[in-house]
């Protein structure tokens, strides 16, 4: 792992910065309108949110009748996820690393994939690996959508808006520079 990524897990592993997040970023109306706007691509029922981190999304795909998993390379965002909320289509959550998918799930196993501001913490380098693994746990045809940092680039942000001094990675893309990255994967 490297430095910045480090840096990263650390912040979304400490309870403190993960209930700040929470509240800063789960009652998103501009997320709930994209969410309910993709919703509508899809074909299907089984929804992966790759990266949920505490599980906004996944609830909200769950409560317009989707079966969801979230998957986060967080312990912590993931055990706050498994408690965020209880409704009666409850998703399901798992710890991973978006690296190696194939090894948490078979292949053609969902109908959707939501990536909102995950693939932003992926090094450059590491992109094919998850596009592959993306490609192979996504039936053919299934609905994607890609949430990023526009630029380009590699920067370790200093932040102090969760309540305490952190430090996290990002990878920014220009929509040409991405497109490029996943033409080989549909």
């Not at 997320?31 to 299907?44: H, M, P």
């Not at 912590?76 to 190696?100: L, S, T, W």
């Not at 305490?164 to 990002?170: D, G, H, V, Y």
Request: glycine share 8%; aromatic share 10%.
């Amino acid at each position: 792992m490297l430095i910045g990524q480090q840096f990263t897990k650390s912040t979304y592993e400490d309870p403190t910065v993960v209930d700040s997040f929470i509240k800063r970023n789960s009652l998103n109306p501009k997320q709930t309108e994209l969410i309910k706007s993709f919703a509508k691509t899809i074909e299907g029922k089984r929804v992966l949110d790759l990266g949920c981190g505490p599980g906004q999304d996944s609830y909200l795909f769950a409560e317009l009748g989707f079966e969801v998993t979230g998957l986060d390379y967080s312990a912590e965002m993931i055990r706050r996820a498994k408690i965020f909320r209880q409704i009666a289509n409850q998703p399901r959550f798992v710890e991973g690393d978006m690296r190696h998918l194939t090894d948490y799930f078979a292949e053609n196993s969902f109908d959707a994939i939501w990536a909102s501001a995950s693939l932003l913490h992926i090094q450059p380098e590491d992109l094919s690996q998850v596009l592959r693994g993306m490609t192979a746990v996504a039936r053919n045809g299934a609905a994607v959508y890609v949430g990023l940092k526009g630029g380009s680039g590699t920067i370790v942000v200093d932040e102090d808006k969760f309540g305490k001094p952190t430090k996290r990675e990002f990878t920014l893309w220009d929509k040409a520079s991405f497109i490029k990255q996943t033409k080989p994967y549909g």
